[in-house]
């Protein structure tokens, strides 16, 4: 399995980004593909996850309508999309995109349910 994680970099406070991650080697009628961040010296977070099949998307309490989650592509090889608006010097973080199969509802935003990881891109919003 394969995950690579682009689209980072340096945006004003206010503006967008749109990450993108290539996931392959997979096939994924049973995945879920979450985002997560992970700023200096805190945890990871859980920002938002997508159901391959079935599209059903979940989100972090503090996203508060700012990003959409997204996915292209059939198997495969699918592309996961984390459109980010409105972007806060708090967003600041190295962003993952992670996979696994079978995740049941309440471990959707957990970082340790998910075996599979892409590399980070980092996103910095200045103020």
């Known amino acids: 399995v394969q995950l690579q994680a682009s689209g980072g970099g340096l945006v004003q406070a206010g503006g967008s980004l749109r990450l993108s991650c290539a996931v ?3 096939t994924f009628s049973q995945s879920t593909i979450g985002w997560f961040r992970q700023a200096p010296g805190k945890e990871r977070e859980f920002v938002a996850a997508i159901r391959w099949a079935s599209r059903h998307t979940y989100y972090g309490d503090f ?3 700012r990003f959409t989650i ?3 592509g059939a198997q495969p090889r699918t592309t996961i999309n984390l459109q980010m608006n409105s972007l806060e010097p708090d967003d ?3 962003y993952y995109c ?3 199969d079978h995740l049941i509802l309440s471990s959707i935003r957990q970082a340790k349910e998910y075996g599979y990881w892409g590399q ?3 996103v910095t919003v200045s103020s």
Do not use: E, F, Q, Y
């Open 24 to 26: 392959s080697g997979r």
């Open 63 to 65: 996203v508060k309508g």
């Open 70 to 72: 997204s996915r292209d």
């Open 92 to 94: 600041t973080a190295l």
């Open 98 to 100: 992670a996979v696994d």
């Open 120 to 122: 980070g891109t980092l």
